[in-house]
Every structure is written in structure tokens, then in C-alpha cells.
């Protein structure tokens, strides 16, 4: 589910920065992506 959400929030960002649609949301939501990612990885791990 994660990866999914990842996945949809990189490829509206490329569309984003293509097409100059969404502005700084899409932005905020990707690096609200990448710090979930990381914070889930590093949990991963110590468990």
C-alpha cells in the first residue's frame, strides 16, 4: 500500500513539473512520501 502511494505521488509529480499542475502540493506531498518511506524503513529494520 505504501509503495502504491509512493509510486502515484512520484508520478504526479513528474506530471506536475511537465505540465505545471498542482504547484507546491504535489511538492509537499512527496516529501511527506519519502519521509514516511524512510521512517517505515528504518522501523523494518529494528523489528
Known sequence: MLWTI????II???LGL???IGGALIH?????AVIVFIV????????
Open 40 to 47: 517505515n524503513l528504518f522501523r523494518g529494520r529494528t523489528r
Open 18 to 20: 511537465v505540465t505545471k
Open 12 to 14: 504526479l509529480w513528474v
Open 28 to 32: 509537499i506531498l512527496l516529501v511527506l
Open 6 to 9: 509512493i509510486g502515484l505521488l
